[in-house]
T-cell receptor
Framework: AQSVTQPDIHITVSEGASLELRCNYSYGATPYLFWYVQSPGQGLQLLLKYFSGDTLVQGIKGFEAEFKRSQSSFNLRKPSVHWSDAAEYFCAVGPKYGNKLVFGAGTILRVKS | GAVVSQHPSRVICKSGTSVKIECRSLDFQATTMFWYRQFPKQSLMLMATSNEGSKATYEQGVEKDKFLINHASLTLSTLTVTSAHPEDSSFYIC????????????????FGPGTRLTVL
């Protein structure tokens, strides 16, 4: 079965601190992996995606994620968090061809000053 | 660019009534629109995929007579929750894929801000 697990429902970090959001997936075929961010009242915005090639991918807003096949993980990282990063983050997996994205339950990030 | 809106953002209705939610692509033509449902502290679950001018494809377990989807134009899809009950209370999110995007590309879904439905 296809599934995405985000183990942390909430994470609180201090502004300026580093951040890592965890994502583990179960997928029968070659996974195509995504991270989305959702701010209150906004739609989901694509932060980055991984299809193939270099397993460390760079995204918008200073985020990066590393694909580790052996661990079935695609963790999102940022070296220095800003207060504006407070939002909910979703990891998703999907096929290369087709519509269906499978989402994790999301991680709510709080940033304290 | 690539903005998707939803209306209303929040709706409260009585049990037994029907509610219509609109999803619009504001600055592009969307050949395909998707409807998701999100329960608190749970994943977004794909409910159905609609292509302009054709019938929607529903995911397993989603009642097509309960959740009516119409995609009559390239910029508008509607989801009607018929005879709503409290268990239909949820957060409904739509997304849209543009007409000019690479066919079957998964990553070009643009998401709306969602509609919070509360059925009393």
């Amino acid at each position: 079965a296809q599934s995405v697990t985000q183990p942390d429902i909430h994470i609180t970090v201090s502004e300026g601190a580093s951040l890592e959001l965890r994502c583990n997936y179960s997928y029968g075929a070659t996974p195509y992996l995504f991270w989305y961010v959702q701010s209150p009242g906004q739609g989901l915005q694509l932060l980055l995606k991984y299809f193939s090639g270099d397993t460390l991918v760079q995204g918008i807003k200073g985020f990066e994620a590393e694909f580790k096949r052996s661990q079935s993980s695609f963790n999102l990282r940022k070296p220095s968090v800003h207060w504006s990063d407070a939002a909910e983050y979703f990891c998703a997996v999907g096929p290369k061809y087709g519509n269906k994205l499978v989402f994790g339950a999301g991680t709510i990030l709080r940033v304290k000053s | 660019g690539a903005v998707v809106s939803q209306h209303p953002s929040r709706v409260i209705c009585k049990s037994g009534t029907s509610v219509k939610i609109e999803c619009r692509s504001l600055d592009f033509q969307a050949t395909t629109m998707f409807w998701y449902r999100q329960f608190p502290k749970q994943s977004l679950m794909l409910m159905a995929t609609s292509n302009e001018g054709s019938k929607a494809t529903y995911e397993q377990g989603v009642e097509k007579d309960k959740f009516l989807i119409n995609h009559a134009s390239l910029t508008l899809s509607t989801l009607t929750v018929t005879s709503a009950h409290p268990e239909d209370s949820s957060f409904y999110i739509c997304s849209a894929r543009g007409a000019g995007d690479y066919i079957s590309s998964t990553d070009t879904q643009y998401f709306g801000p969602g509609t919070r439905l509360t059925v009393l």
